[in-house]
């Protein structure tokens, strides 16, 4: 990364291997031939950063870009990425008359917003491709399956519109394997009652555990997020994927604590005996969560594992070094990466991989490699 004089080096950044979420998605795509691929890039891409990653999916040729709402595809849009835009969740009445502008594809809910739908799109001169979203157990957003018949009698009438698919989504893909092989059937019945596959040109289910663990049905668009950032949801899949984010920092102050001495807020964890700490510049203001705080969450410094001591502060983090006299301040750290898993440091925080990700602040600098796409 090329850097101006008089200008330091971050203290904490991210490190994001383009090739890994490039190899990620073909690992996507492999599992049933069959299946398209929605590239999920919601939330800043997992935290990966919106615009570098849309364009390294893009460019590998997705089918769509699978977004939360419209201030996200209007970033993708206005990176000059063309791609085909999914909007995963409901929309507001004031986003519509920009979703319909673009042409960027919104799932449907209920009847007054595909009307309204509609009519934007009638006005535009238009029209506008839609899913319809069925609700088979997530209870967040679609239509609930009994009166779909009705429904998509009168989204056909709707001139503005083109049904062009059918979603639903999974609430417990990783967890209740019973209850998604059921959800699976249902929506391969349901899509059956509207007329066949043949009546919708996408239909899509699943999400990274609804792709890895379980038969497509039917289905012949996948939407994995997760396991595109190198986790797998079903840790039997992991081995599979390459990382893609090494969180990193440096240890910034070492010293030397008697024993009998506090270390962090609270005082939660006292030296036993005399005790080299390392204090790293990085803490829950950079999004490490503050959570695995007295789990033993460690991190790693030239090769090996070190833990942390006391709680995570918003903008330092301790842990112990006796055991490693060569460490040095300037040496750099790893909070997860290559090393240290980030579903393990989800784990001690107890919460989820997609919240730790998420989590990362913009105070953490993102650095591409791999990608051809730019550092910053
Ligand atoms: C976030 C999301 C996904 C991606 O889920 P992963 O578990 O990260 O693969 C897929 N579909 C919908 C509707 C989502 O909201």
């Known amino acids: 990364m090329e850097r101006e004089s008089h200008v330091s080096p971050p203290r904490a950044w991210a490190e994001i291997d383009g090739g890994a979420l490039r190899h990620n998605l073909r690992v996507a795509a492999d599992v049933w031939p069959v299946m398209a691929m929605m590239a999920v890039v919601k939330a800043g891409a997992y935290g990966h950063g919106l615009e570098d990653v849309a364009r390294i999916f893009a460019d590998a040729g997705v089918a769509f870009l699978g977004v939360a709402n419209v201030g996200e595809a209007r970033r993708i849009h206005r990176a000059g990425i063309r791609a085909a835009i999914y909007l995963l969740g409901a929309t507001w009445s004031e986003e519509r008359e920009e979703i319909v502008h673009h042409g960027w594809t919104p799932c449907i809910s209920s009847l007054h917003e ?130 893609v984010m090494s969180l990193k920092s440096r240890i910034t102050l070492i010293r030397s604590l008697p024993a009998g001495h506090g270390v962090s807020y609270g005082r939660a964890f006292v030296t036993e005996k005399p005790t080299r700490v390392a204090t790293i510049g990085m803490g829950y203001g950079d999004g490490y969560p503050r959570h695995v705080s007295g789990h033993g969450a460690r991190v790693f410094v030239r090769g090996e594992y070190f833990p942390i001591l006391g709680r995570v502060t918003m903008d330092q983090i301790m842990i112990d070094v006796t055991a490693a006299p060569d460490v040095a301040e300037g040496d750099e750290v790893e909070l997860f990466g290559a090393h240290i898993s980030v579903a393990e440091v989800a784990e001690k925080a107890e919460t989820i991989p997609w919240h730790v990700f998420t989590g990362i602040t913009p105070r953490v600098v993102r650095i591409y490699n791999g990608g051809g796409a730019t550092s910053r």
């Open 114 to 243: 595909a009307a309204d739908f509609n009519r934007l799109a009638l006005l535009s001169g238009r029209p506008l491709a839609v899913h319809l979203a069925v609700d088979t157990g997530m209870g967040r957003g679609g239509f609930v399956a009994e009166r779909l018949d009705e429904v998509m009698e009168e989204l056909q009438r709707m001139n503005g519109l083109r049904v062009e698919g059918i979603g639903s989504h999974l609430p417990s893909a990783d967890e209740d394997e019973p209850f998604t092989r059921e959800q699976f059937r249902r929506f391969s019945s349901i899509i059956a009652d509207l007329g066949g596959p043949g009546v919708f040109r996408w239909r899509h289910l699943a999400n990274s555990a609804g792709l890895l663990g379980y038969d497509p049905l039917g289905c012949n668009l996948a939407r994995p997020g997760l396991m595109l950032y190198g986790v797998s949801p079903l840790p039997a899949f992991q081995e599979k994927l390459r990382t």
